[in-house]
């Protein structure tokens, strides 16, 4: 697993800029943040290893709360929000956010980027 | 439309639907802080707008101030953190504090806010909002005790709200141009 946490000066590798401009919002803030600390299992073949998993970007563990980051191309976004429903239908009890395209784009327009920023 | 309004692809929020509504809040404000002279709490620059006018939609007596902190896009090329660079000229331990904002969107300010203000031990501290867009909420569990409008995902200006500083003074609150909002300098935090 590669997990990271601490603030976004730390030696922590995204896998997308986007990621490190939102965990900088965090650090902003004083938000306390984890990167990518767990993956869930979504589906197993019959021999009960995982064939398919889950790693949400964040988690604040101040807030109990995972948050995804999305792209603004289509088809990673229906691909990741079945993997959220899923997710959701496996662990009812975790609480987990989507950012997609348009919202994390916005976000970053709100925060000082120009727009070409969010696309990931 | 003429001037800074040409850049407003739609009217969210007319001049006439923003006025009812805050006399509306001003009036239940005036009823559930009776008696105890709440002081309101703006941050510059834009709640500015809607606090003038809030505070002259309430009728019982109040107070004001305002802070200032720092903005996220002239502190993230130091990776510096948020601090506040203007506080409250008063002191507010036992009062009863409403915080006046014109949007809470992640919530991230507005929960620095709170925290920065709970520290100081006010009698109570709620939040009233003009706008609320739930849609990026990050902080859940915020005090909002009365909101103005639920606004969808948008980039919106106007009425305090600004894009590089352009279009706090336009009396309604507008939908952007995609094409204004394309343009690739640096951007004003929007609040």
């Not at chain 1, 697993?1 to 919002?25: L, N, Q, Y």
């Not at chain 1, 009812?92 to 980027?113: A, C, E, H, V």
């Not at chain 2, 996220?72 to 506040?84: E, H, K, N, P, W």
């Not at chain 2, 915080?99 to 031990?121: F, K």
Request: aromatic letters at 10%; charged letters at 25%; glycine letters at 8%.
């Amino acid at each position: 697993m590669k997990a990271s946490r601490g603030s976004a000066t730390d030696t922590v590798r995204f896998a997308h800029r986007s990621e490190a401009e939102f965990a900088k919002i965090l650090d902003f803030y004083g938000i306390r943040w984890e990167y990518e600390p767990r993956s869930f299992p979504l589906e197993w073949d019959d021999g009960g290893r995982v064939i398919e998993s889950f790693n949400p970007d964040f988690y604040l563990p101040e807030f109990d709360l995972y948050i995804e980051l999305t792209t603004l191309k289509q088809s990673l976004v229906t691909r990741k929000n079945r993997k959220v429903r899923r997710l959701r239908e496996l662990y009812p009890g975790i609480n987990i956010k989507i950012f997609y395209g348009r919202d994390f784009r916005q976000l970053l327009l709100k925060y000082g980027f120009g727009s070409t920023a969010a696309a990931r | 439309m003429t001037g800074a309004a040409q850049d407003i692809e739609e009217i969210l929020l007319t001049r006439d639907q923003i006025a009812a509504r805050v006399v509306e809040l001003g009036g239940e404000i005036s009823r559930e802080y009776a008696g105890r002279a709440p002081l309101l709490i703006s941050v510059l620059k834009g709640a500015v707008y809607f606090l003038t006018d809030l505070s002259r939609a309430i009728d019982i007596p109040l107070a004001v101030d305002f802070m200032a902190i720092s903005s996220y896009s002239t502190a993230r090329a130091q990776s510096g953190v948020v601090r506040l660079i203007k506080d409250l000229d008063v002191e507010i331990t036992g009062r009863h504090v409403l915080l006046v904002e014109d949007i809470i969107d992640t919530g991230l300010t507005a929960g620095y806010l709170l925290r920065l203000l709970q520290a100081r031990s006010p009698a109570s501290l709620q939040i009233c909002t003009l706008l609320d867009r739930p849609r990026r909420r990050i902080l859940e569990a915020l005090p909002i005790a009365y909101r103005g409008f639920e606004i969808p995902d948008r980039f919106v200006v106007g009425y305090g709200l600004d894009y590089r500083e352009r279009y706090r003074h336009l009396p309604f609150i507008g939908v952007l141009r995609e094409t204004v909002l394309g343009e690739a300098e640096p951007a004003a935090e929007q609040q």
